[in-house]
């Protein structure tokens, strides 16, 4: 599931390809995604200027030259794919294609159909509900450990809990949480409202380092096929302890010892890795 440093590295990709383009044509072939998709929604987009493509979390928004703004939220398995020729097959599951006045197109395929779509006036976007709720971009200067340690006060839940939750921290999903609680040295058990201080503060830290490093692998990658095709926001990428049970965390014996490695274990029907030595 794409999570702040997929989705920036697609919204750079789309930014490159679509800032400044008209959309010529939009096949839609679906009413609904996740959510039925707005009234006339092809209609609306077709002729429009892309003006800027931004992020607020995880959502994609596409600022048109009407003053309306194109949402999109990835989902479970939404992807974004640019092809040079408009006119190719389509694939299944390719659900909308932007057709752009040079001649090339963006597909959004989603085969599980958890993405979404809308069309929000730019003046409305802060209001709009999905928006509205969000925490803070853990990227942004105003995210400090003061800040996390409010949100998390008084809160009952574990902190992996706490760190997927969009309206503590926005964009951070099962991977980012397990990086950064290993780099903090938190165990992703422990009573979120008990990480303050001190904890918020190397947490904070943690966050933003394991998202900046993220963020800058996507842009390296995108060098590689911007100018070709293909599909945006995924890259290369080595976790420390996400998707590495058994095996040892950087710098500690932990596969060797008892507890055998990275552990393995299910929050909230969700997997979350971690180092039962050096997380506390
Ligand atoms: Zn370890």
Request: charged fraction near 25%.
């Amino acid at each position: 599931m794409p999570e702040l440093p997929e989705v920036e590295t697609i919204c750079r990709g789309l930014a490159l390809r679509l800032e400044g383009r008209r959309l010529t044509r939009v096949v839609q072939r679906r009413r609904d995604l996740r959510f039925p998709l707005p009234d006339r929604f092809a209609a609306r987009l077709t002729g429009r200027t892309v003006t800027r493509v931004a992020r607020r979390g995880k959502f994609i928004l596409a600022h048109l030259d009407d003053g309306q703004v194109l949402l999109c939220h990835l989902g479970m398995s939404g992807r974004l794919i640019i092809g040079e020729d408009a006119t190719a097959r389509p694939e299944p599951h390719d659900h909308i294609v932007f057709e752009t006045d040079d001649g090339a197109a963006v597909r959004f395929n989603d085969a599980r159909r958890f993405g979404f779509m809308d069309l929000v006036p730019a003046t409305a976007l802060a209001a709009y509900p999905r928006l509205a709720g969000l925490g803070p971009e853990p990227l942004d200067d105003g995210f400090t450990g003061a800040v996390l340690a409010a949100a998390l006060r008084g809160k009952a839940t574990s902190i992996k809990a706490a760190l997927i939750d969009q309206r503590v921290v926005a964009g951070i999903g099962n991977i980012y949480a397990s990086e950064s609680l290993f780099w903090a040295g938190l165990s992703p058990r422990r009573l979120a409202r008990t990480v303050q201080g001190g904890r918020a503060e190397r947490l904070v830290a943690a966050i933003r380092r394991v998202l900046a490093e993220a963020v800058a692998a996507g842009g390296s990658s995108l060098r590689d096929y911007v100018q070709a095709t293909g599909e945006l926001g995924y890259f290369q990428h080595r976790w420390a302890v996400y998707d590495r049970a058994g095996a040892g965390c950087p710098g500690c014996d932990c596969a060797l010892a008892r507890t055998g490695g990275v552990r393995r274990i299910v929050q909230a029907g969700r997997s979350t890795f971690y180092c039962t030595r050096r997380q506390r």
